[in-house]
């Protein structure tokens, strides 16, 4: 069973500050992605990471994925009360089954 | 352009009833996947169709099943439901097996 665990869980700031969110597996995976859900909606696609130790930056989030492809980290600088939401990690383990976290609910307080 | 659209956005049922639930992916999108949310957890892998043709199935009982039609739409039936069954139903649509575009989810209520 390939497992993500995803931490930390819940995480309030106030608008202005930086936060890390962490996604960890003892799995290889061959590509793993990031997503945002808000409330009532679906999960939209922010980044899809390929090679161990590459990094993207979306505006003001830096994603990292690992050396090793089991783990990956989203940054996010000055966050925004917009920033607010649920962020999942998923990592494709074979072609058809996209693995799931179970997220890090943002809050940003202004 | 249209994204994924699910219907119907709420529905409520009570235990030991049957459920369907639809999905019409992006135009040009062969492939379409089920997901189940429960409340505070990340979606779980439910089934993927690609051409009609089932392509994997996550770790649900055989009261789940789903097909897909000729135009590429998909429906998710599921049989005596149970408590646990309440949750947010996502499908996904793509033109390979990633990245996926998730539609706005059913959310079904057991009672």
């Known amino acids: 069973t390939q497992l993500l665990e995803q931490s930390p869980q819940f995480l309030s700031i106030q608008e202005g500050e930086n936060l890390t969110v962490y996604c960890n597996s003892s799995?290889?995976?061959?590509?793993l992605q990031w997503y945002r859900q808000e409330p009532g909606e679906g999960p939209v696609l922010l980044v899809t990471?390929?090679?161990?130790?590459e990094v993207k930056k979306l505006k003001r989030l830096t994603f990292q994925f690992g050396d090793a492809r089991k783990d990956s980290s989203l940054h996010i600088t000055a966050a925004q009360p917009g920033d607010t939401g649920l962020y999942l990690c998923?990592?494709?383990?074979?072609?058809?089954?996209?693995?799931f976290g179970k997220g890090t609910l943002l809050t940003v307080n202004p | 352009d249209a994204g994924v659209t699910q219907s119907p956005t709420h529905l409520i049922k009570t235990r030991g009833q049957h459920v369907t639930l639809r999905c019409s992916p992006i135009?040009?999108?062969?492939?379409v996947s089920w997901y189940q949310q429960v409340l505070g957890q990340g979606p779980q892998f439910i089934f993927q169709?690609?051409?009609?043709?089932?392509?994997g199935r996550g770790n649900f009982p055989d009261r789940f099943s789903a097909r897909q039609f000729p135009n590429y739409s998909s429906e998710l039936n599921v049989n005596a439901l149970l408590l646990g069954d309440s949750a947010l139903y996502l499908c996904?649509?793509?033109?390979?097996?990633?990245?996926?575009?998730f539609g706005d989810g059913t959310r079904l209520s057991i009672l």
């Open positions: 996904a649509s793509s033109l390979g097996p990633e990245p996926q575009h």
């Open positions: 799995s290889v995976f061959s590509s």
């Open positions: 990471v390929v090679t161990g130790g």
């Open positions: 998923a990592g494709w383990y074979s072609n058809y089954k996209l693995t």
């Open positions: 135009s040009g999108h062969k492939s």
């Open positions: 169709y690609y051409e009609k043709e089932e392509r």
